[in-house]
């Protein structure tokens, strides 16, 4: 797929360009056309590349794009899922590049989703065109792209219960985590789940001048920052009762076997520029990513953020809380006991509101399939090293519903890197990656 | 003067909402030109109003405006503060009316600044224009407006300095302040000081993946919230090391004069639509706002603060932290302990930095003085009923400088009522309330 690559990679990046210039925000409602001029655009570029058919089907929410194309129904089937849908652009200053005007340099492309999903998804499109255009191709393929991953896949679960049949496949193709580094390349065997709720605080029914209230009414921003500050405690660990009751301890054996991974504590600090790291207790830092739920507050706001001093006791705060899960805690239980934790801490004097706002179950995938196998033999062609099995700190929630549903594994074939700072202001992907993505995945039609 | 306002009111309503128009926004630097404006419009209403001169000065910062009318230098001299600044309208979407389009129903005016300080300091214009016309003053009389009093007066101390001799009065009237109630009248004896600071944590140095990072690098959110949390402990006390050093603690029979002022926590708790209070164990609600310090987060911001779910782990957290002082605390030293005590507080894994915003002292002024029994003689005939000694919880930065550099007593008039709302949004001024401080004022020139 090399020399096909060198012959057609400026046709590759008009199409993948085409995609990245739509800024399809699923987190903003006014993004709405924007859902649907991508969808459109990638059917378009699953016809051009030798589906079958391809077509933009309606959810509840934003638009599924399904394509296929059937081979031989005695053949193994792969469906292929990724996300159009891409993360808000801010904070919109710390971009050096417009985000939605991908550029091409220092051997990377530049802007949002140029990882995170379209610059993965794009991969598989181009390994199928591949295969078709060769004649390679022994499997039927199946491509199921949703525009609501980033806010966790609200409509997508009933769309594949509506659509079982249709979806009917062997394995799940996906393309949409990192991997260890360019030089350890691995395979994702397990993903956190996802409980993110919004907290609002209110005190007082209007702004107060601080210095006529200031000591006699309880503040909503300081009341905020108690109970956020009282949700971890001193070692590291979750204050909600029942947080860690369903999380599976991995055995001493487990924990060996995972901490083969390469990991250098130094690199890591200095990439970040902290001076030390921060977590539970009793676990090293690829643990707390991989193996152990956490607590995050991924936004606050509340009283006067502008310029100069404004001397206010805002009437109300709010945050935004997020918390990774992994097996067996469930979305739901978390989601409950934490909103009742919170109403059951929150002082007489404010009034507290919980808002679930997106939620998904971790998984486990077994790392002794045909398919990791086939994935794990095709990277190791292409890297000239074996893949290490991995832990994935984010949630793809949708991957457990898939599981449940179709009753088949996800394939976590992921070829970003951290440098990629995905969710993040200019956000990039390596050439090299997604060439050696291609690379493998075309290999992987080849093994499995 | 009650019939000299009915002929006049339609004129009076006109110049008010002359200056109300102009958005002079002192904490936002692209309002500078509107400062000048307000500036010049108001030294032309107090030459219109009978001042010999007025004229708008220069300073470091907003420009002063400066008026005078000597009529005998034997004659004791008044000298009015007030400024012409207000504070920022946001949030603006909590406006019933524009802010800055000033409009009269339901008995008040309603605008920014209606009250703080562009409707009181216009009642002032207009007893002394009252004075004048009907040739009743017996006083020299100064104006001294100033354009900075929302962000902490920076440069109006050396603009006293620089002009001590033009200064020169037996004392400084000013309303700028609330009363207790329209049935309860009352004269600030005592306002309290402030710091204002801001403090940032910086955690890693980009915004992260929450779930690739979530649980192993320190979340500057979570962080801030833990610091600005353990500022106040469980008996509502304030934690950084000497803050309590220098407050004067009041004597019991200090505290039983103060406590005669009429107040109903049940209306109070009503009007804010708390269920409950909360300060520092020990005090009563009027003490807490008025003899005690006290520390409030007037804004907090990092993250993700829009639509949706976005799960980042973000680089930066900002809170503004503003601290009330009583006598003899002093701004200065305040800050300087909050400075010491943050950065020691604040842990390896993050960096933090304070940046102090604004700041002045409190003050205590006798009520044995000439011009307090002429104010309160004054008042309680308007009201017909003697006004109470109270002590003010906010905080007039400058007039402890006025104290210190020209050697004269603050007396504060104010006019203001809780439901003006000031610095909150829907601001107004009663006009019973605009009118009963202009008769107020003038008999204080009858009795002083």
Known sequence: MKKYIEQNKERFFEELFSLLRIPSISAKKEHKGDMVRCAERLAELLLEA????????????NPVV????????????????????????????????????????????????????????????????????????????KFMFEGEEEIGSPSLPAWIRDNKERLAADICLVSDTTMISEKVPSINCGMRGLAYLEVKVTGPNKDLHSGHYGGAVANPINVLCDMISSLIDKEGRITVPGFYDDVVELSDADRAQLSRAPFDLEEYKEFLDIAEVKGEKGYTTMERTGIRPCL?????????????????????????VSMRLVPDQTSEKITELFKKHILSIAPPYVKVEVTPCE?????LIPITSDAYKAASKAMAEVYGIEPVPSRGGGSIAVLAEVQKILGIDPLLMGFGLERDTIHSPNESYLLRQLFAGMESIALFYRYY
């Open 50 to 61: 030798g589906a079958d058919e391809a077509g933009v089907y309606p959810s509840d929410g």
């Open 66 to 141: 399904f394509g296929q194309k059937i081979v031989n129904p005695e053949w193994k089937t792969v469906l292929i899922y990724g996300h159009y849908d891409v993360q808000p652009a801010e904070p919109l200053e710390k971009w050096k590049s417009d985000p939605f005007e991908p550029e091409i340099h220092d051997g990377a492309i530049w802007g949002r989703g140029a990882n995170d999903d379209k610059g993965q998804l794009f991969m598989h499109v181009k390994a199928f065109e591949f295969m078709v255009r060769t004649g390679q191709l022994r499997h039927n393929v």
């Open 296 to 320: 995050d507050c991924c936004g606050i706001w509340g009283g006067y953020t502008g310029e100069g001093a404004k001397t206010v006791l805002p009437s109300e705060a709010h945050a935004k």
């Open 359 to 363: 939620g998904g179950d971790g998984f």
